[in-house]
């Protein structure tokens, strides 16, 4: 069979399972009311078990993260024993930049300015598009503007139209990190020394991020083979942001957290960090796909037949809540970034078609990865519309064609269950999410507290409108296959470094 | 904690659930679906279920004599299917009885209306001899106005606040030919087919502590069918026999008709809102009746005035 057909099979194969799972559960309630209520019962059951499994695991990981909140980063990379040495370590931090206003991107260096690491060993490079107005001009005022504070800035304009690429993210910061590599030999760095950091314009680093990222990098042996992934945290823009963007946002950080325990699931998302040497190992990023940030995992996991990791850093970078000119527009461009993401789907296409060529990694893990990918993704494409939509039709619809059955008067009992469970996990999200909750500008009034506290009762229409809507979406695009154009998330802050 | 301990529990807590959903899904399966093991005879058996609720709640639930320990609303499940006699009993309520067959695998839902014993039952405790009674609502509640053997009396719904208004005692076969009774700003208008009074009770007692008796405000030439209070009660329309007669509430001797209807069957209706009268009346030569609506207070006004003057 030719590469092209296998491909499309792969393509088709997500969004085939997603819709044959909603429509079987459909058919089997028309058919079959009974089974499918029996079906409805054990699907409930394992979604409550998985909901407070992921909560012992984001109560752990918020615990983890905790415990090591005022650990001394910085002194402990430089007092820790390993074969190289802190003095030699010089970190890349690459700002994948398209159409973001130089206050912005300005706003975003401030906060690396303000991070506890010695200045003198980050180099920052400025990754701007050809196709954006002003890059240069933009991107030149900021080197200018930034020099005197880092080992050195450099700026380098990604053009346009490169036979092989598509208009992405990776292939941007694939170009720019080439043109570092040629900076860092010219200067003589060994590249094993050196650790890249891809950040989106947006992402503002912890304080101890590189204190933290330097010293988890010389304390493992396995520093080659694994990528440093940061806990993003969505608040930049937290005040200003409407309440459903915030839960949402809210939502996608503390997924990272619960992810952040499954070391064997755990791979990178947005920005990261990693070996420079390990990324010109790899060929850098994918520049003809969109789901960047984790396709160079999965470069590096088939690179290393099977033997790389992300490690879980702890330590927050924050970035900005996706929001548009209005809350109707908001909604648009959160759907389009959940959809963004959900094309991450292409994993398994990626995965599956260099597994068919890989023979060092053993059958198993290819089997138990490709699972943990389709699980991940056809789990987020059904879930919301079974526990929101469906549920509720065979419960309304049963009470006419079932009207006495002790199995539909049980169902409607465990869907109870369900939104107790529910409602226990929001407020274990109202307690943890405060303390992700940046200090309130003078210029908001305190009556914003109010709407955090309220906001969590919009879960349910967030979760039925766009909990499994995007992926859904993604999924059935890339099965027909109208492929998904990199659609970059409109950037907006009122809150700079020196409000936190 | 050290990194590892979190592993080691992240795994532990992994196979709890993994255990905890392979063993609850078959148990609530096969809970759901009515199944029973019974211990006797080591099989699973088909059960089913009713489901009560009741207005008011709380009440206890007897099945098949048996008191069960849940109260209303509630659901008896495991139950094997043939005929339970089912009691629901609550002190101050009757008790309901009913046969309910439960059947495999379903529920019987039972929704019932318990009925309350009425006990609660007050006498007012005012030593008179009622003749007749009305009931007028206005904004804080109701009053209720009593006809007796020592007079006029007004009342609170909840029979507090006894309060005497007239002494004037009506024969009790007068009082009885009351049809009806209309208030407005204090005053208390009543008749029968033959009478028209009026009390002032807004006054209470005068300065010699006599109280106000009703004034017979017109003597019926036919008979009175209705009466209707016109321009905030200034004015009194009464329908009498063939007749629409308009009074001057102030002036009491002031009375002339409005209209004449052609039928004693004719009806009128007066809208105190909009001050215009509705007349089913016949129309000359026809068969049948037919609607008219006129406003008449200008003309009211006109008269009354020039009666004034």
Redesign the interface.
């Known amino acids: 069979m030719s590469e092209n057909k296998v491909k499309r099979i792969l393509e088709i194969i997500p969004g085939f399972l997603s819709w044959s799972i909603i429509i079987f559960l459909i058919l089997l309630f028309i058919v079959k009311p009974l089974a499918a209520i029996v079906v409805i019962i054990v699907y409930l059951i394992y979604w409550v078990c998985r909901l407070l499994y992921s909560s012992l695991l984001l109560l752990m990981t918020n615990q983890r993260r905790r415990s090591k909140k005022n650990y001394d980063w910085l002194s402990m990379s430089k007092e820790v024993k390993s074969d190289l040495k802190f003095e030699n370590i010089i970190h890349v931090v690459l700002y994948t930049t398209y159409k973001e206003s130089k206050e912005l991107i300005a706003s975003s260096l401030d906060f690396l300015k303000e991070t506890n690491y010695p200045k003198d060993k980050i180099v920052v490079v400025l990754a701007g598009e050809e196709r954006a107005p002003d890059t240069h001009s933009r991107l030149e005022i900021l080197k200018n503007q930034y020099r005197e504070y880092f080992l050195d800035v450099i700026a380098t304009i990604h053009p346009k139209d490169i036979e092989g690429e598509i208009p992405v993210k990776g292939a941007n910061a694939t170009y720019s990190a080439k043109k570092v590599k040629v900076y860092l030999e010219e200067k003589g760095y060994d590249l094993k020394n050196i650790i890249i950091s891809c950040f989106d314009a947006d992402t503002c680093p912890d304080k101890n991020y590189f204190s933290c990222l330097t010293y988890n990098f010389l304390n493992n042996q396995k520093r080659y083979q694994m990528s440093f992934q940061p806990l993003p945290v969505y608040s930049n823009n937290i005040y200003s942001a409407p309440a459903f963007a915030r839960v949402i946002e809210v939502g996608s950080t503390f997924w990272q957290l619960i992810e952040g325990m499954r070391y064997e699931k755990f791979i990178t998302f947005s920005s990261h960090s990693m070996s420079f040497d390990t990324l010109v190992r790899v060929d850098y990023w994918p520049v003809d796909l969109i789901s960047d940030d984790s396709l160079i995992f999965w470069k590096c996991f088939l690179k290393y037949n099977g033997d790389y990791t992300t490690f879980p850093l702890d330590i927050p970078v924050y970035m900005d809540i996706a929001v548009g000119k209005n809350w109707l527009d908001t909604i648009a461009v959160q759907y389009k970034q959940k959809r963004r993401w959900a094309w991450g789907v292409e994993n398994f296409i990626f995965v599956s078609q260099h597994f068919l060529n890989n023979k060092n990694i053993p059958l198993f893990l290819k089997i138990r990865k490709l699972y943990q990918i389709l699980d991940g993704h056809i789990s987020w494409a059904t879930w919301a519309i079974i526990i929101s939509f469906i549920t509720p039709l065979v419960l309304f619809s049963g009470k006419v064609i079932l009207k006495n059955s002790l199995a539909l008067f049980n169902l409607s009992y465990i869907n109870g269950v369900v939104f107790h469970s529910l409602t226990f996990i929001l407020m274990l999200c109202i307690i943890i999410s405060w303390e992700f909750t940046p200090p309130r500008p003078k210029n908001v009034s305190r009556l914003i507290y109010f709407s955090f506290l309220f906001q969590w009762l919009l879960t349910p229409f967030i979760s039925a409108l766009l909990g499994s809507t995007p992926s859904l979406d993604a999924q059935t695009r890339l099965m027909f296959g109208k492929y998904l154009a990199f659609n970059t998330t409109p950037k907006s802050r009122v809150q700079g470094p020196e409000d936190r | 904690?050290h990194?590892n301990i979190?592993?080691i529990?992240?795994k532990v807590?992994?196979w709890f659930?993994?255990a905890?959903?392979f063993t609850?899904?078959p148990v609530?399966?096969y809970?759901?679906?009515?199944y029973k093991f019974d211990t006797g005879s080591k099989k699973f058996l088909k059960t089913?279920?009713i489901?009560i609720k009741t207005f008011p709640k709380g009440i206890n639930v007897y099945l098949d004599g048996m008191k069960i320990k849940e109260i209303t609303p509630c659901?008896l499940r495991e139950l094997l299917p043939k005929e339970y006699t089912i009691v629901l009993e609550r002190e101050g309520f009757y008790p309901y009885e009913m046969k309910v067959e439960v059947?495999p695998?379903?529920?019987?839902?039972i929704d019932i209306f318990i009925v309350p014993r009425m006990v609660d039952i007050t006498k007012l405790d005012i030593d008179l001899h009622i003749y007749k009674f009305f009931v007028t609502k206005h904004l804080f509640g109701e009053t209720i106005i009593v006809f007796t053997d020592k007079g006029i009396y007004f009342l609170d719904g909840d029979f507090k606040g006894a309060k005497k208004v007239s002494a004037q005692i009506f024969e009790e076969s007068t009082a009885n030919s009351i049809e009806n009774l209309k208030e407005s700003s204090g005053r208390f208008l009543f008749w029968n087919k033959s009478n028209l009074w009026v009390l002032d009770a807004s006054q209470g007692k005068d300065k010699d502590g006599k109280y106000p008796d009703a004034v017979m405000l017109y003597k019926a030439e036919d008979d009175i069918k209705d009466v209707f209070l016109g321009f905030r009660g200034k004015y009194i329309i009464i329908h009498d026999g063939l007749k629409v007669i308009a009074l001057d509430a102030d002036n009491l001797k002031v009375s002339f008709p409005v209209y004449e209807l052609k039928s004693v069957r004719s009806k009128i209706f007066y809208d105190s809102r909009s001050e215009t009268i509705y007349i089913q009346d016949k129309v000359k030569g026809a068969a049948g009746f037919s609607l008219f609506r006129a406003e008449i207070m200008p003309l009211i006004n006109e008269r009354i005035l020039n009666e004034r003057k």
Request: charged share 15%.
């Open positions: 904690m990194d979190y592993l529990l992240r807590f992994f659930f993994m905890l959903f609850l899904t609530i399966l809970y759901s679906l009515g089913g279920a489901s659901t059947k695998s379903q529920i019987q839902d």
